[in-house]
């Protein structure tokens, strides 16, 4: 039994030990006492402030978590075992260090708001460290993009190959999601840029605080309007692990395409020793496990929302001990997609794409049969007659096993009076990508417009 909580004075009877374990949530939340203490130091300033504790209290108080956060920051203090969870373990500490103005911190406070906050703190910084991770990769990407803006590869639908692109512009596909990810987590982040500080237990309190003032003091934007609202909240977490799940469902498909790409069949990609590992059994293996554990991970972040989802279904208002368990999914969520960021970001630039492999990729498997139709369509036929026109094509080739680019004029009239020789400039993937000139579209100008966009976004490398 242990009868020395800080709420216990109601209580005759200590919380039994195994109910001690079951609730106490210090080994999750122990990350938090950044933000807690950042939090209880701007309470305390602006309960000094308001005249509602002394000046000294607060700024005893003040050096007391001043000097706390250094020696934790330093490794050198140990959360007292019998504290439920960080707010408790930084209160007791404190008052140790301090005495009994320890005691006058709590006032007009509730561990309520105090977790509230903590929380949107924790967001706060996790979003502008994710944001920064994302940036990183972005460059990675944007590195071999320039590298390879003039790489022909065959794109692919269906896995199946359909028209030429470059790889820079495959590459810059995924700059773009990317981009949405970072925008995204930016808002969530501005969704959470309110205080929920001096709601206290739920409906405020009786005390003359400045609930601005504690906002201001901490960078908010201001404060969350409604004290229930402010304690009951969870869908900026929520919004959080969702925006980590999409991030991680974006690399999952990066990840994907490296692995099939490593494999021998493909031979697309050569990922750098420094970021494969090998097998115990196999000597010839070279395995691409960095990018699958990214893979494997995205499971990670899609559990911790559904976790997180599931904990706030149907809590009525306003704060249920349901809620603490918000933060291990939070925590989760946020670790995995800032890990497989930088992870994905070391791998590329530790890879090298094989251009003349992808290259004899494009020539072969008819990639360039739509430049057929398309010019057939530009000669004045229908495009459905086109497309039966190069499908016919197509099956010529199969029959004698010819590539597009092997067949010659005469042959070509055969189908079409339409041809002239200029159907060449069509026919090899190199030229044909070259035709791709619309906004946005595969081809070599293109492809160096949005390389040179994105090297003013994202500034010198
Ligand atoms: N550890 C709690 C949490 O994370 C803090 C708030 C506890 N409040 C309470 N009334 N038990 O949610």
């Given at each position: 039994?242990?009868?020395s909580?800080?709420?216990?004075?109601?209580?005759?009877e200590?919380l039994?030990e195994?109910a001690?374990?079951?609730?106490?949530?210090?080994?999750?939340d122990?990350?938090?006492f950044h933000?807690d203490i950042?939090?209880?130091?701007?309470h305390?300033?602006m309960?000094?402030?308001?005249?509602i504790?002394s000046?000294?209290?607060?700024?005893?108080i003040?050096q007391?978590?001043?000097?706390?956060r250094?020696?934790?920051?330093a490794g050198r203090v140990?959360f007292p075992?019998?504290a439920e969870?960080?707010?408790?373990?930084?209160e007791?500490?404190?008052?140790?260090?301090i005495?009994?103005?320890?005691?006058r911190?709590?006032?007009?406070?509730?561990r309520?708001d105090?977790?509230?906050?903590?929380i949107?703190?924790?967001?706060?910084?996790?979003?502008d460290e994710?944001?920064?991770?994302?940036r990183?990769l972005?460059?990675?990407l944007?590195?071999q993009a320039?590298?390879?803006a003039?790489?022909?590869m065959?794109?692919?639908?269906h896995?199946?190959?359909?028209?030429?692109?470059l790889?820079g512009h495959h590459?810059?596909?995924y700059l773009q999601?990317?981009?949405r990810?970072?925008?995204?987590l930016l808002?969530?982040?501005?969704?959470?840029d309110?205080?929920?500080?001096?709601?206290?237990?739920l409906?405020g309190?009786?005390?003359?605080i400045d609930r601005h003032?504690?906002?201001?003091n901490?960078?908010f934007a201001?404060i969350v309007?409604?004290s229930?609202?402010?304690v009951?909240?969870?869908?900026?977490v929520?919004?959080?692990v969702?925006a980590c799940?999409i991030?991680?469902?974006n690399?999952s498909r990066?990840?994907e395409?490296?692995?099939?790409?490593?494999?021998t069949e493909?031979?697309f990609?050569?990922?750098?020793?420094?970021?494969?590992?090998?097998?115990?059994?196999?000597?010839?293996?070279?395995?691409?496990d960095?990018?699958e554990l990214?893979?494997?991970k995205t499971?990670?972040?899609y559990?911790a929302?559904?976790?997180?989802?599931?904990?706030m279904k149907?809590?009525?208002?306003?704060?249920?001990r349901d809620?603490q368990?918000?933060?291990?999914p939070?925590?989760?969520?946020?670790?995995t997609?800032?890990?497989?960021?930088?992870i994905?970001?070391?791998?590329?630039?530790?890879?090298t794409?094989?251009?003349?492999?992808m290259?004899?990729?494009?020539?072969g498997?008819?990639?360039?049969a739509?430049?057929?139709a398309?010019?057939?369509v530009?000669?004045g036929?229908?495009f459905?007659d086109?497309?039966g026109?190069?499908?016919?094509?197509v099956g010529?080739?199969?029959?004698?096993?010819?590539t597009l680019?092997?067949?010659d004029l005469?042959?070509?009239?055969?189908?079409?009076?339409a041809f002239?020789s200029d159907?060449?400039?069509y026919?090899?993937?190199?030229l044909a990508?070259?035709?791709?000139r619309?906004?946005?579209?595969?081809?070599p100008?293109?492809v160096?417009r949005?390389?040179?966009?994105?090297k003013?976004e994202l500034?010198?490398?």
């Amino acid at each position: 039994m242990t009868n020395s909580q800080p709420w216990g004075g109601r209580f005759r009877e200590g919380l039994a030990e195994v109910a001690f374990r079951f609730s106490a949530s210090l080994d999750v939340d122990g990350r938090l006492f950044h933000e807690d203490i950042a939090g209880s130091i701007a309470h305390a300033q602006m309960l000094a402030d308001c005249g509602i504790i002394s000046a000294e209290d607060g700024a005893a108080i003040t050096q007391g978590l001043i000097a706390l956060r250094a020696d934790i920051e330093a490794g050198r203090v140990e959360f007292p075992a019998d504290a439920e969870d960080i707010h408790m373990a930084v209160e007791k500490l404190l008052i140790e260090r301090i005495g009994p103005a320890g005691g006058r911190l709590h006032t007009a406070r509730s561990r309520n708001d105090q977790v509230a906050l903590d929380i949107r703190l924790y967001l706060r910084r996790r979003a502008d460290e994710i944001v920064e991770s994302i940036r990183q990769l972005q460059r990675a990407l944007l590195r071999q993009a320039e590298l390879h803006a003039e790489t022909v590869m065959p794109g692919y639908t269906h896995l199946q190959r359909a028209q030429p692109v470059l790889l820079g512009h495959h590459l810059l596909a995924y700059l773009q999601m990317l981009e949405r990810d970072r925008t995204r987590l930016l808002d969530c982040q501005r969704r959470a840029d309110a205080s929920p500080l001096g709601a206290a237990a739920l409906a405020g309190t009786s005390f003359p605080i400045d609930r601005h003032a504690v906002a201001a003091n901490l960078g908010f934007a201001g404060i969350v309007e409604n004290s229930m609202d402010a304690v009951s909240a969870r869908d900026h977490v929520m919004e959080f692990v969702a925006a980590c799940s999409i991030g991680m469902c974006n690399l999952s498909r990066l990840a994907e395409e490296v692995i099939l790409w490593a494999t021998t069949e493909f031979r697309f990609i050569e990922i750098g020793d420094a970021f494969s590992t090998g097998s115990s059994i196999m000597p010839q293996k070279k395995n691409p496990d960095m990018a699958e554990l990214v893979r494997g991970k995205t499971g990670q972040a899609y559990g911790a929302l559904i976790s997180l989802l599931t904990t706030m279904k149907g809590l009525p208002l306003s704060y249920n001990r349901d809620m603490q368990e918000d933060k291990r999914p939070m925590f989760q969520a946020a670790d995995t997609w800032d890990d497989s960021l930088t992870i994905m970001a070391g791998m590329l630039d530790n890879s090298t794409f094989n251009a003349s492999v992808m290259q004899a990729a494009a020539a072969g498997g008819f990639s360039t049969a739509t430049e057929i139709a398309d010019y057939l369509v530009r000669c004045g036929t229908p495009f459905r007659d086109a497309h039966g026109v190069a499908g016919a094509i197509v099956g010529y080739c199969v029959q004698r096993g010819l590539t597009l680019a092997e067949l010659d004029l005469p042959t070509l009239q055969t189908f079409s009076p339409a041809f002239a020789s200029d159907i060449f400039d069509y026919l090899d993937p190199n030229l044909a990508v070259q035709q791709r000139r619309s906004a946005g579209g595969a081809s070599p100008q293109e492809v160096a417009r949005q390389v040179a966009w994105w090297k003013g976004e994202l500034g010198s490398q």
